[in-house]
């Protein structure tokens, strides 16, 4: 669900009043996103910031030595990583992916992610 004030809201939907979609299904995001590539074969994805590509490591308890204002940042941080891995993986299930490469100039885990900050950051999605 998409969660946004009212100036967010109109800003989504053009100024016309149109009704903003907040949930699609996964067939429908893709629809959307990737259109031009559901027809094709083994895709090559390639991650700028991947950085930011991550899923949030579960019960890490690093979440309670950080103050509000980075509990926020991380929340943000993570529900943005998850949104992103979620993708990549729901087109890899439609249409199948060659490979995924991961480019930073920070490849590290980020504050709050659940894992030790400055860590290395590597995905591998498996095919």
């Known amino acids: 669900m998409l969660d946004t004030n009212k100036t967010?809201?109109?800003?989504?939907s053009g100024w016309r009043n149109e009704e903003l979609i907040t949930e699609e299904t996964e067939g429908e995001m893709l629809q959307r996103a990737c259109e031009e590539l559901l027809t094709m074969k083994n895709i090559v994805v390639m991650n700028d910031e991947a950085h930011h590509c991550y899923r949030e490591k579960v019960g890490s308890g690093e979440e309670e030595k950080l103050t509000a204002e980075h509990r926020q940042e991380a929340k943000e941080n993570n529900e943005a990583a998850r949104l992103w891995i979620s993708g990549i993986?729901?087109?890899?299930?439609?249409?199948?992916?060659?490979?995924?490469?991961?480019?930073?100039?920070?490849?590290?885990?980020?504050?709050?992610?659940?894992?030790?900050?400055?860590?290395?950051?590597?995905?591998?999605?498996?095919?």
């Open 8 to 12: 967010g809201e109109a800003i989504l």
């Open 89 to 127: 993986e729901a087109l890899k299930r439609k249409v199948g992916l060659r490979a995924v490469y991961d480019l930073s100039a920070t490849p590290f885990f980020l504050r709050g992610s659940g894992y030790e900050e400055g860590t290395p950051n590597f995905i591998v999605l498996t095919h």
